[in-house]
């Protein structure tokens, strides 16, 4: 192999690495906030199933999307669209907490709100950028529309 070849090479393994490790540290995560296997996630009171709360955490963790939207998280959890609202509604209070969920900003009344973990959501300036990493300038987020 050449030496240029070697070097690109290393230079994607860098870059992806961290993809790679967020994407297998996500999923882990989902699972074990979906079962209750996790310490240190605490849900917030509230007259709502706990395993309700625990299935759209586990959709918010999803490392296929960035951001997710009300009717994504109902069609993944097979809850009712209300249902969802007012577990995201009551999470988005969470303050603190590694529940506490994030409604992005830049999204109009005539949009879809997008939501995701405070854990997850985008730098400043990626949100500044409306979603989008400065190391992703052109690529949109991933959000589930459909």
Same mark, same amino acid.
């Given at each position: 192999?050449?030496?240029?070849?070697?070097?690109? *090479?290393?230079?994607?393994?860098?870059? !992806?690495?961290?993809?790679?490790?967020?994407?297998?540290?996500?999923?882990?995560?989902?699972?074990?906030?979906?079962?209750?296997?996790?310490?240190? @996630? /605490?849900?917030?009171? %509230?007259?709502?199933? /706990?395993?309700?709360?625990? %299935?759209?955490?586990?959709?918010?963790?999803?490392?296929?999307?960035? *951001?997710?939207?009300?009717? !994504?998280?109902?069609?993944?959890?097979? *809850?009712?669209?209300?249902?969802?609202?007012?577990?995201?509604?009551?999470?988005? !209070? %969470?303050? !603190?907490?590694?529940?506490?969920? @994030?409604?992005? /900003?830049?999204?109009?009344?005539?949009?879809?709100?997008?939501?995701?973990?405070?854990?997850?959501?985008?730098?400043?300036? %990626?949100?500044?950028?409306?979603?989008?990493? /400065?190391?992703?300038?052109?690529?949109?987020?991933?959000?589930?529309?459909?």
């Amino acid at each position: 192999m050449s030496v240029r070849m070697k070097l690109g *090479l290393n230079f994607l393994l860098l870059i !992806g690495r961290n993809r790679i490790v967020d994407y297998i540290r996500l999923t882990l995560l989902q699972e074990l906030v979906l079962r209750d296997q996790i310490e240190g @996630w /605490p849900l917030p009171a %509230a007259d709502i199933r /706990p395993d309700f709360v625990r %299935a759209v955490l586990a959709a918010l963790l999803d490392p296929a999307f960035d *951001l997710r939207t009300e009717a !994504g998280i109902a069609r993944t959890t097979k *809850l009712d669209a209300s249902i969802v609202r007012e577990i995201l509604d009551t999470l988005a !209070g %969470a303050a !603190g907490a590694r529940c506490q969920v @994030w409604v992005a /900003p830049w999204t109009r009344g005539d949009e879809l709100s997008l939501y995701t973990l405070v854990s997850r959501r985008p730098s400043f300036l %990626a949100t500044l950028l409306q979603g989008r990493s /400065p190391a992703r300038l052109f690529a949109k987020p991933v959000v589930d529309r459909k």
